[in-house]
């Protein structure tokens, strides 16, 4: 049955793959009280900013704020109860968050992307995205430069045809699209 | 007979040539977003949502929920083929279909997979073309209390139906209604928790929070993760399709079940994920020979492909004949109703007719040429994972930034969608459940409204939400499901004491 089927071989490795032996860089638990204290200091900011509005009952119901005064309150409860079984917990503080090889990936991502969303601003969507495919492909994925150039270019392309010019989505635009007339 | 009518009304509205083309470009970018890593169902519709901002409603909703189908089928391809499942609801097919892939039996597998993934998908279909009139007729009679009976019920249900810890799906439900409150109150125009920035004024846009909150978060954990991967892709043959055919009717039972299941958890907020689990479960637990699961059974497949695409198809029929959610899809593709102006919920039925129905149609449509589709061009799509991730990783993100950008022109919303990624990121390490989140804030504000006019109507008595059958029967089921896990522990132990207590007699 299945000779009459073709198979196609598909092999694709992973050269800067994160070793599999790295160090820990923190525990889920210590991220864990990390998260509650932080969702606990918001439920307290909105809290306190809901009560300012107005949480109260008046003649036609309850006053803007009342809503999200006692949402606040459910939050800053549940963080609580997360901290305090974040602390007595045994079995999560043995789990990893994230391992340094991995934490390096995750910011080789973070990075180019924080990069990326800044020169939006003074480039250009389909500039700034031209050199985020570029650079992340030659330096984080090892590929070949032309490759990458090529590659980067027919995409930012092909976005700026699909939603300029087809779609009508307007995307901000820097000196370059200025330099051409759009 | 009605419905049948207005269904046949519904494919006289679809079939133009434009919005078969688009039906088919939405298949083809869905199948594509199921198979890459970093991408599923959620963010593929969220980060495609802004081209179809220009569109007319019918063919953008034809065309997303056409990716959210084609995302359905595309999950399975990787599951058998590397097991590697490209979307979490695929997880169970690995268990059998790889094992089936390695024996070379991986054209009947890919099969298997495919075609129950589309008898799954039409059980629910039908239940929703025969149920969701009836069910939006009944709900035109609800009032304020009523709807927020209903939203309550929801809410109640994710946390006393959720696997997660119960704290963690407050937490995450609980911040997604105070971020649905962020900007100008509807009822007093007052404005709340925007501490002076006009950026805020505007509110916290759905859309923006779920394509950082799933796509950027997807792709740093994606990064973590060995990308390697190596196998064969199949092609399949005529005789392959027709053999695994011609058995199928020795299946009906774990079809039916997994049909059941699947509809079931996808009405409820279970979702897919769930179901695709209970599906193979329940086929192992009723199979005479358990033994030989997991290394290379058919039905392996057939179960959990089926409740996978019963659920998600089902999870569409709350939101179109109540405007409540059954999925983080069906969450988005509210989003994008609202987007174009219609109000979801059951007046929907009334006053949107064409739209809806033609949306109806389009599933029955949708998943014959997705079948076909996926059926016929499985190497090509397998063929997708040559592309290296370092090239995909940049182009999800320049993506999710159009879209997160195009919603309403802002880029304060791309610094939005930015820290939704992190956000994101943290809460699935640290188990956080997403789903309550994305959920709270589409229906947020609803939820309010709904809740400060019944105040309004009852002049502030917490009565009104018991003040008739209906509504008081909603909310009591709503609090019974907020408690079920205490309720479930304490008439447990009751009846181990009972049956203690008959031992000791």
Redo the contacts between chains.
């Keep these: 049955m299945s000779n009459t089927d073709i198979d196609i071989q598909i092999d694709v490795d992973d050269p800067t793959a994160p070793e599999e032996d790295s160090p820990a860089i923190t525990s889920n638990r210590a991220v864990d009280v990390a998260v509650s204290l932080l969702l606990l200091a918001l439920s307290v900011l909105l809290g306190y900013d809901n009560w300012r509005t107005g949480a109260a009952w008046d003649a036609t119901g309850p006053e803007p704020g009342y809503f999200p005064f006692y949402l606040s309150v459910i939050l800053g409860a549940a963080s609580l109860y997360g901290l305090i079984a974040a602390f007595l917990s045994r079995k999560e503080a043995r789990e990893t968050f994230v391992t340094r090889a991995q934490a390096r990936r995750v910011m080789a991502v973070f990075v180019p992307t924080l990069l990326f969303c800044i020169a939006m601003q003074y480039l250009g969507l389909y500039v700034a995205s031209f050199f985020l495919i570029a650079g992340f492909m030659r330096l984080v994925g090892k590929i070949a430069w032309w490759k990458s150039l090529l590659t980067a270019f027919i995409f930012s392309a092909a976005m700026f045809v699909t939603f300029d010019l087809v779609f009508d989505v307007i995307m901000p635009k820097g000196p370059l699209e200025a330099a051409f007339g759009y | 007979m009605e419905a049948f009518g207005l269904l046949l009304h519904g494919f006289a509205v679809l079939l133009t040539w434009k919005t078969l083309l688009l039906m088919m470009v939405g298949l083809v970018l869905g199948v594509f977003v199921g198979v890459l890593p970093g991408l599923g169902g959620p963010n593929g519709v969220a980060i495609l949502l802004?081209?179809t901002?220009?569109m007319d409603p019918t063919s953008a909703i034809v065309m997303l929920s056409c990716i959210y189908w084609g995302a359905l089928f595309g999950g399975a391809i990787t599951s058998i083929?590397?097991n590697i499942p490209g979307e979490a609801w695929s997880v169970a097919t690995t268990f059998d279909g790889y094992p089936m892939a390695q024996q070379?039996?991986?054209?009947?597998a890919l099969t298997a997979a495919f075609t129950s993934s589309f008898i799954g998908s039409l059980v629910a279909v039908l239940l929703i073309t025969f149920l969701a009139p009836w069910i939006s007729s009944f709900a035109l009679r609800f009032g304020p209390p009523e709807f927020f009976a209903v939203y309550l019920l929801t809410f109640c249900s994710f946390v006393g139906l959720g696997r997660e810890?119960k704290?963690?799906t407050?937490?995450s439900m609980?911040?997604g209604?105070?971020l649905a409150?962020i900007g100008m109150?509807t009822?007093?125009g007052?404005?709340?928790?925007t501490?002076g920035s006009t950026d805020l004024l505007r509110g916290i846009n759905f859309l923006v929070a779920v394509i950082g909150l799933f796509g950027?978060s997807e792709?740093?954990l994606t990064?973590?993760?060995?990308?390697?991967?190596?196998?064969?892709?199949?092609?399949?043959?005529l005789?392959?399709v027709l053999?695994v055919w011609k058995d199928l009717p020795k299946y009906w039972m774990t079809l039916l079940r997994s049909s059941v299941i699947g509809c079931w958890l996808g009405i409820t907020p279970g979702g897919a994920i769930a179901a695709s689990f209970m599906g193979y479960n329940l086929a192992k637990r009723f199979a005479k020979d358990q033994e030989s699961f997991g290394k290379g059974r058919i039905e392996g497949v057939f179960a959990p492909e089926t409740a996978a695409h019963a659920s998600g198809t089902s999870a569409l029929l709350p939101m179109l004949a109540l405007g409540i959610p059954g999925s983080g899809t069906a969450a988005i593709l509210l989003g994008g109703l609202m987007v174009w102006g219609l109000n979801p919920g059951p007046l929907l039925f009334v006053e949107h007719k064409d739209f809806v129905w033609g949306l109806i149609a389009s599933m029955y449509l949708g998943n014959v040429v997705g079948l076909v589709l996926v059926l016929t061009t499985v190497?090509i799509f397998?063929?997708i994972?040559?592309v290296?991730?370092?090239?995909v990783?940049?182009?999800i993100?320049?993506s999710c930034?159009?879209g997160a950008?195009?919603i309403q022109?802002a880029?304060f919303d791309?610094?939005l969608m930015?820290g939704f990624?992190?956000v994101g990121?943290?809460?699935k390490?640290?188990k956080?459940p997403l789903a309550p989140f994305t959920l709270a804030l589409v229906l947020g504000s609803r939820a309010?409204d709904a809740?400060?006019q019944s105040?309004?109507i009852s002049?502030?008595d917490m009565k009104v939400f018991w003040s008739n059958g209906l509504v008081g029967t909603i909310t009591t089921l709503a609090i019974l499901l907020l408690f079920w896990p205490v309720i479930d522990r304490v008439v447990g132990g009751l009846r181990l004491r009972n049956s203690a207590a008959k031992v000791e007699a």
Excluded: C
């Excluded at chain 2, 290296?388 to 090239?391: D, G, H, N, R, V």
């Design positions: 802004p081209l901002f220009t083929l590397f070379g039996r991986a054209a009947e810890d704290h963690k407050v937490i609980s911040l209604l105070l409150g109150d009822v007093s007052q404005l709340r928790m501490f950027i792709i740093l990064m973590e993760e060995r990308l390697a991967l190596h196998g064969h892709a199949a092609s399949i043959s005789r392959t053999s190497p397998a063929s994972l040559r290296p991730f370092a090239a990783a940049p182009m993100v320049v930034a159009i950008y195009a022109n880029m791309v610094w930015l990624g992190v990121y943290v809460f390490k640290i956080i309010e809740f400060r105040m309004i002049g502030g």
